[in-house]
């Protein structure tokens, strides 16, 4: 089992409050990834970063920000949260296999996340 | 773009019954991968497919890459209650990947 760190697990919490989910690795890895899930429905790539101070957009638009200022850490952020935010978001680091110019995708546990 | 396709979305299963999930892209593959997540759960790696037509068997689990590498299938047999959960494919095309809809499994005793 990996290494990954999701906190909170589960947060309920008003309309327009700021929050931050926080998300850790100790693998080393350089690729970390954020997704938004509802429950049994397909992962949606929100972030994702390939290293330290290197951050961009997925496929799916998001209000939420991103940082990369160590390795190991990638915490996201919204501003305001809103009813329509409340989801499942996951977080997933990978380490690129030069062999196969692949890489196995690690997920965290995941923050349940309800806007009120 | 890039477009991957899982089939079906839903799979009500008998215990002990074999069924197959289908994973299409529209585009030639560098390689798979399959993931399995359990209700509550996260998603958790199950194999990686690199060869065309490669075969690869976990137990009960059976996985193929198409000849053209452009489509890949998961045959369970015998299937049991722990088989349960959303199976996601991950199409990857020399750097870039998408994830599948998922196939959600439902094993009835």
């Known amino acids: 089992e990996a290494d990954i760190y999701q906190t909170p697990r589960y947060l309920v919490i008003g309309t327009g409050k700021k929050i931050t989910l926080e998300c850790s690795q100790t693998m080393g890895h350089d690729k970390m990834y954020w997704y938004q899930q509802d429950p049994g429905m397909e992962l949606h790539l929100i972030h994702y970063s390939y290293g330290v101070n290197s951050t961009e957009k997925g496929d799916l638009s998001s209000e939420s920000t991103v940082s990369r200022i160590r390795t190991e850490h990638f915490p996201l952020t919204l501003e305001s949260a809103r009813p329509s935010h409340t989801s499942q978001y996951l977080c997933?680091?990978?380490?690129?296999?030069?062999?196969?110019?692949?890489?196995?995708?690690?997920f965290g546990p995941g923050t349940r996340l309800t806007v009120l | 773009g890039q477009q991957v396709m899982q089939i079906p979305q839903y799979q009500h299963v008998q215990e002990g019954e074999d069924f197959t999930t289908y994973c299409n892209s529209s585009?030639?593959?560098?390689?798979i991968q399959w993931y399995k997540q359990r209700p509550g759960g996260h998603p958790v790696f199950l194999i990686q497919?690199?060869?065309?037509?490669e075969v690869k068997k976990q137990k009960r689990l059976t996985f193929q890459f198409g000849e053209a590498k452009k489509n890949s299938s998961l045959h369970i047999t015998a299937t049991q209650t722990t088989d349960v959960g959303t199976y996601f494919c991950?199409?990857?095309?020399?750097?870039?990947?998408?994830f599948g809809a998922g196939t959600q499994v439902v094993v009835t005793p």
């Open positions: 991950r199409a990857d095309s020399w750097g870039k990947f998408q």
């Open positions: 497919l690199v060869k065309s037509g």
């Open positions: 997933a680091s990978s380490d690129r296999s030069d062999r196969e110019y692949t890489d196995t995708q690690y």
């Open positions: 585009t030639t593959l560098s390689n």
